[in-house]
């Protein structure tokens, strides 16, 4: 007997990733939703904030966000697009 699950309903795994930083594991899932927003993620230490942070902007396909880490910096860009129902294809660059 063979059995498959279908893609779409995947809740668990490496690739699978519902978070600011769902842009870095996996950009294929921005097709699916639940995407969209504006965050920043960052680092305390014992003087305050730290060097480490970063900020998200992400609409449903296309996705920005600017990391500082340890004083480099970096853009990103991520791009995503379905192509099945249950199969999408996705890009990312970054900049220093």
Same mark, same amino acid.
């Given at each position: 007997?063979? @059995?498959? /699950? ?9 690739? =699978? ?8 594991? +996996? ?6 939703? #639940?995407?969209?927003? !504006?965050?920043?993620?960052? /680092? $305390? ?5 730290? +060097? +480490? *942070?970063?900020?998200? %902007?992400?609409? +449903? #396909?296309?996705? &920005? *966000? &600017? /990391?500082? %880490?340890?004083? /480099?910096? $970096? ?5 995503? !697009?379905? =192509?099945?129902?249950? $199969? #999408?294809?996705? @890009?990312?660059? $970054?900049?220093?």
């Amino acid at each position: 007997m063979i @059995a498959a /699950d279908a893609l779409s309903g995947q809740e668990s795994g490496i690739a =699978v990733e519902e978070s600011p930083f769902q842009f870095k594991v +996996n950009p294929a899932l921005m097709s699916t939703g #639940n995407s969209e927003g !504006l965050a920043w993620t960052g /680092d $305390f230490d014992e003087n305050g904030l730290s +060097n +480490n *942070y970063s900020v998200i %902007l992400s609409g +449903n #396909n296309l996705a &920005y *966000y &600017y /990391d500082s %880490l340890e004083g /480099d910096k $970096f853009h990103n860009f991520a791009l995503s !697009l379905p =192509v099945l129902p249950g $199969f #999408n294809t996705a @890009a990312s660059v $970054f900049f220093p």
